[in-house]
């Protein structure tokens, strides 16, 4: 396996939770632990992110450290696709699902202690349609969420205010018929899934950044209670978690809804059914801790 490289330039959302506060830490802890910083940037707009990312993958650099949420890190992957460059990260949101999934610490100095000590690791990212995602896309509450949460309701308090907030919306959302392939069930929320976690949780047990699958799960029923007893059932290990959904795996699935529905793709909405799901295999290279043992 190759080592880490020795260089990188930091690429953090100033407008994340964290991110503001954590800048100018991150390249002190950086640079302490021996890695050049070609140039660092504080992007305090989000929509400015993308840009600031292809203008330094430009120079085809050897690493880039992107912090900032899920939503930062699902933006910015696909345009690592055609580089070599290795995508590194700091998880400075609110759920972290992708920093989870990956095994790193979700404090400044275990991440960077990650991108100084890890490896190189090849993993596969998600498709929806032609749009690449890290971690997972969901159909049903996410998306309604994602779409209402007042930005500085997670920036002061973070996943208090996120889940307050879901509680709220919970009052508004509606069951819906999802259709997999020629499958159709009755659904509370769908997780299209790349990884195991969702909005900070362990949820897509047979979901893995290096499967060769993507994992279509329905959580089953028509009535709203059923979702909180599937989340609750899956915080707590319970053995029933397993039946309140329904798991479709494979490189390719047909997903659709009645009514049509938005995605929301690692908490972003950026799609509406009826989409194809896929699988990009091995598609680029991440830092990741060393295996344990």
């Known amino acids: 396996m190759k ?3 020795r260089q990188a330039i930091l690429v953090v959302n100033a ?11 991150a390249k002190e802890l950086i640079t302490a632990r021996g890695i050049e910083l070609i140039a660092a940037h504080a992007v305090p707009d989000p929509d400015q992110l993308r840009p600031t990312i292809q203008q ?10 992107v912090g900032g949420g899920d939503g930062t890190l699902s933006s910015t992957v696909d345009d690592f696709v055609p580089h070599d460059t290795v995508f590194a990260l700091l998880p400075l949101g609110t759920a972290n699902s992708f920093a989870r999934t990956l095994g790193i610490p979700l404090d400044l100095e275990g991440a960077i202690d990650v991108i100084a000590t890890g490896e190189r690791r090849r993993i596969d990212l998600g498709m929806i349609d032609k749009d690449y995602f890290a971690n997972c896309a969901a159909i049903g509450m996410s998306p309604l969420i994602a779409e209402t949460v007042p930005h500085n309701l997670k920036r002061y308090l973070g996943r208090v205010g996120y889940l307050s907030w879901a509680a709220w919306q919970f009052l508004r959302f509606r069951p819906f018929k999802l259709t997999v392939g020629n499958e159709t069930v009755d659904a509370v929320e769908v997780r299209i899934a790349n990884g195991p976690y969702h909005g ?3 949820l897509v047990e047979d979901a893995a950044v290096d499967s060769g699958k993507i994992v279509v799960q329905a959580v089953l029923g028509n009535a709203r209670h059923r979702l909180i007893w599937s989340w609750a059932a899956s915080i707590l290990k319970l053995r029933a978690r397993k039946r309140t959904v329904r ?8 997903v659709a809804t009645d009514p049509p529905l938005p995605i929301s793709i690692d908490g972003e909405v950026l799609a509406h059914t009826p989409v194809t799901a896929r699988i990009a295999a091995g598609i680029i290279e991440v830092a990741a801790p060393k295996p344990q043992g």
């Open 3 to 5: 080592p880490l490289p």
């Open 15 to 25: 407008k994340s939770r964290k991110g503001r506060d954590l800048f100018e830490r």
């Open 56 to 65: 330094a993958l430009a120079i085809d650099p050897p690493m880039i450290i």
């Open 200 to 202: 900070g949780t362990e």
């Open 247 to 254: 798991e479709f795996h494979g490189s390719e699935l047909r």
